[in-house]
C-alpha cells in the first residue's frame, strides 16, 4: 500500500452518519504495519484558542494566536489539545508536520525565522487507525485520498477546506460522484 504520509483523506459524501462527514484529514503519519494518525483539518468548533484554553497566554508567545480557532482533530483523546506544526529541519523522516501537545512547541515556533511562524493550528482530539484499518475504509470507499499542502490547511477558510481539497482531485461537483464501490 501507499503511505499516506503527507496526504488528505476526504470523506466520501457517503459518509453521513460518522464524526467524519464532510472531513478532510490531514495524515500526519501513515504505516500499513502500525496505522495511520492525523487531525481533521475543516471542522473549527467555534471557539477561539483565547477563549478555550484560559491557561495559556497565547500573546506573549504571538499576539495573533489568541484569534486563532480552535478544531475538533477527531475523536481520540478529546479532552486533550494539539498543535499541528511544521517538522524541524533536523528530523529525518519525510513529514511535513508533526502533532504534540507540548506546550513547548510553543515557544519553538514563535521563535522561529520561518515565514509560517504565524501559522498554527490547534485541535482537540486527533484522529487513529490502527493496522490496515485506512487501507480497509479506501477500498470501502470512506475516503478519497490526495497529496497535502499547506495552503489549503493556512490559506483556505474552514467551510470551504472540504470543497477545495474535492477540486485538487479534479471533483467539481460532489453530487456527481458514485456513492458505491467499484472496481476497474
Known amino acids: 500500500m501507499v503511505d499516506l504520509t503527507n496526504h488528505f483523506l476526504v470523506a466520501m459524501p457517503t459518509q453521513m452518519s460518522s464524526m467524519f462527514a464532510g472531513s478532510v484529514v490531514y495524515v ?14 475543516n471542522k473549527p468548533l467555534g471557539r477561539t484558542l483565547k477563549n478555550a484554553f484560559k491557561d495559556v497566554d497565547f500573546s506573549k ?8 480557532r480552535l478544531y475538533l482533530g477527531g475523536p481520540v483523546c478529546g479532552d486533550n489539545g494539539f498543535v499541528l506544526h511544521k ?3 533536523a528530523s529525518n523522516d519525510n513529514n511535513v508536520f508533526e502533532l504534540t501537545n507540548n506546550r513547548s512547541v510553543l515557544s519553538q515556533i514563535a521563535a522561529s525565522d520561518s515565514e509560517c511562524k504565524s501559522d498554527l493550528f490547534v485541535s482537540v482530539g486527533y484522529s487513529e487507525w490502527a493496522a490496515m484499518q485506512i487501507e480497509f475504509e ?10 497535502a499542502g499547506t495552503d489549503l490547511i493556512f490559506d483556505v477558510e474552514p467551510s470551504k477546506r472540504y470543497g477545495e481539497a474535492m477540486r485538487l ?16
Open 28 to 41: 500526519i503519519k501513515h504505516n500499513s504495519d502500525t496505522g495511520a494518525f492525523g487531525v481533521i483539518v
Open 61 to 68: 508567545y504571538n499576539p495573533s494566536w489568541e484569534q486563532n
Open 87 to 89: 517538522t524541524s529541519a
Open 138 to 147: 479506501i477500498l470501502r470507499n470512506d475516503w478519497l485520498v490526495v497529496k
Open 169 to 184: 482531485l479534479g471533483v467539481q461537483n460532489v453530487s456527481h460522484l458514485y456513492h458505491g464501490i467499484g472496481f476497474a
